[in-house]
């Protein structure tokens, strides 16, 4: 006859009923309504955890990858042995794990990995104001009023997380008679941070004792959990746990602590506590977002400024970069002049991102790309009923740009009436809306960019020359590609690096083929046709090096023009249209057999007969 009466008592939360464990089929928990037990509550899983005996008198609980955690006297556990008195906790419902007779329950533990100390528990839910709601709540607040008043102005002054909750903790302990402090924050989905403390001079922060099955059942019941230390006792401490409760969630708690011989803490510490709780976890709650936004704004500026820096370490580029640095830190216009494609806009961004003006906006404007019709509203703005469809008030560049930076790509191809109009905004530095009768003032640095000569177009009467002179106030010329040439493996093997990470390729290097190919280019779109010719072998390319014929066809054309490379080439293209037509010749055009003899994918086979010109000949020997 078995003598042990092993099972699961509910002490909060639901079910309210006594389950028991059988000895050869384990007891599963959960909301799934085929569980030998079912827990209705959304914070537990479907199949949340399993009671079993693992060997004579020996029970076990086990996490079933439960989404909120299984935690067992406090501590949340995946695999653990449990014990007559155990508490058991999956979501917002509490069990107590026996095994005696239904008669002789015995004292139920609290075991928290430290010596259970006798106490008499009490928890108060206080209402969403954290105050009493009898009439005696007015006197004893008012005693408190000034700390009350000292704490919500910290609160609200404090920015930096730690010196928040230790000034909390300082202000608080005026008020409640506490010797040890403590708050303990929570993180999503994680463990207890290591707690900040306070303790009075008298008392070592070392010694001071957490009782984790309080903190767990205070973040559990949202509830102020008061503890007196059994009278009996002299170890033991009074303890007053408060939750942290925000908006969204628990942050934590507050942990207060006093001895056994002291006064045990009341209803109205509990009260004020809470009270405090409510303002502190909301600001709390707003400085940990506050945190998370700015250093994901950090990692993204870091990107951002990684991906626009200028690549290279030639002499001509080397003057480009002591050029920004001379003058991004002043307010002068700058005109920067190049060619297509030589990274005229990322002059412009380096300019701004190390002047003065960092933290206010960069606002591009492509004066070639929008129509002229609607030029004069992006840079202006318009104000409603200023022309038809005109149904709002709308915000130009210039308006946008505020402090910052703005920056007119292609002001070469700025119609004259602009250019007027332009003209007159740098020099009075204000501005009329489109229908508006308001000067608005600009106070924005204006960089410029054009591929055009503008001195030509001034000639031909295409540009103005008044306008020239307040724009090349200082200026940089960029350098074409093929005057820095030294630069191309730089640039190649960085957007190879870029474009491979972003496919999820891998990427081990450039042949040395289509390394001399680069070299040789005369790169008539410069970096910006660089960029496009890695980023077209990387997407196209079968292995993880980027092959000659890989890159476009453009670079192969253009390196026959000259005779030795023609040879070369000439030559090469010959020997790999035998090689592809005898393979297919001896395997009567089967592709896939053919690509098989070579030694090659069938996929590369046919990019081959492509880009060999090859497709007449195939259809002739199939």
């Known amino acids: 006859m078995r003598l042990i009466n092993p099972r699961l008592m509910s002490i909060s939360g639901f079910p309210k009923e006594i389950v028991r464990v059988a000895k050869d089929d384990p007891l599963i928990l959960g909301r799934d309504p085929s569980n030998q037990l079912e827990v209705g509550d959304p914070a537990v899983s479907r199949k949340h955890c399993s009671v079993s005996e693992v060997s004579t008198d020996v029970f076990e609980i086990a996490d079933l990858d439960s989404h909120n955690g299984t935690f067992v006297n406090g501590a949340r556990v995946s695999r653990h042995t449990i014990q007559h008195g155990d508490r058991i906790r999956i979501g917002n419902s509490e069990f107590v794990f026996l095994t005696g007779p239904d008669q002789e329950t015995g004292p139920l533990s609290s075991r928290s990995g430290s010596d259970v100390m006798g106490s008499q528990l009490k928890t108060m839910s206080l209402d969403r104001s954290g105050l009493p709601t009898g009439d005696s709540w007015v006197g004893r607040m008012a005693r408190d009023l000034t700390a009350f008043f000292k704490i919500a102005n910290m609160i609200n002054s404090t920015r930096n997380v730690q010196a928040l909750l230790s000034e909390l903790l300082e202000l608080i302990c005026e008020v409640i008679p506490a ?13 207890l941070s290591p707690p900040c403390m306070w303790n009075r001079k008298d008392f070592a922060p070392q010694d001071m004792l957490i009782r984790d099955e309080l903190v767990q059942q205070a973040i559990w019941e949202h509830c102020a959990v008061v503890a007196a230390a059994a009278a009996e006792t002299t170890s033991a401490e009074h303890v007053l746990c408060v939750p942290l409760v925000a908006v969204e969630r628990i942050l934590g708690v507050i942990y207060l602590s006093s001895p056994a011989s002291s006064p045990a803490f009341g209803e109205d510490h509990a009260y004020f506590v809470s009270a405090v709780s409510r303002i502190a976890a909301v600001t709390l709650e707003n400085l940990s977002k506050l945190d998370s936004l700015t250093a994901e704004n950090q990692r993204l500026q870091a990107e951002a400024q990684a991906d626009r820096s200028l690549i290279g370490e030639s002499r001509p580029m080397q003057r480009v970069s002591e050029f920004i640095g001379r003058v991004a830190r002043g307010d002068s216009t700058v005109l920067i002049r190049g060619e297509s494609g030589t990274g005229k806009e990322l002059v412009a961004r380096a300019i701004h991102a190390n002047g003065e003006r960092l933290d206010k906006p960069f606002v591009a404007v492509n004066c070639a790309a929008i129509p002229e019709a609607l030029l004069e509203s992006e840079l202006f703005g318009h104000e409603k009923g200023a022309f038809t469809g005109a149904v709002g008030t709308k915000k130009g560049k210039f308006d946008i740009a505020g402090e910052g930076t703005l920056f007119l790509d ?47 177009a001034i000639k031909t009467g295409e540009f103005r020359q008044d306008l020239y002179y307040r724009l090349n106030v200082v200026s940089v010329a960029m350098p074409p590609l093929r005057e820095h040439r030294e630069d191309i493996p730089l640039l190649a093997l960085y957007f190879a690096n870029k474009y491979a990470e972003k496919c999820h390729r891998g990427f081990k290097g450039i042949a040395a083929e289509a390394r001399e190919l680069l070299m040789k280019y005369s790169w008539p779109g410069n970096v910006r ?9 990387i997407v196209l390319g079968l292995t ?74 195939v259809k002739r020997h199939g």
């Open 529 to 537: 046709e660089l960029e496009n010719a890695i980023e077209h072998a």
């Open 179 to 191: 010797s040890r402090a403590a708050i303990l924050l929570q993180p999503p989905s994680e463990e």
């Open 410 to 456: 292609e002001i070469g191809e700025l119609a004259p009436l602009l250019q007027a109009k332009l003209l007159r905004v740098l020099q009075q530095r204000e501005f009329e809306r489109l229908g508006g009768n308001r000067l608005l003032p600009f106070n924005a640095r204006v960089l410029a960019a054009t591929n055009k000569n503008l001195e030509e």
């Open 544 to 617: 993880d090096e980027i092959l000659a014929e890989d890159l476009p066809n453009t670079l192969l054309e253009e390196q026959s023009a000259g005779l030795a490379a023609a040879r070369y080439h000439n030559t090469l293209s010959r020997t790999k249209k035998q090689l592809v037509l005898t393979a297919l010749d001896e395997t009567n055009g089967n592709h896939v057999e053919a690509a098989r003899l070579l030694g090659i994918h069938p996929k590369y086979l046919h990019r081959l007969i492509r880009n060999l010109n090859l497709k007449s000949d």
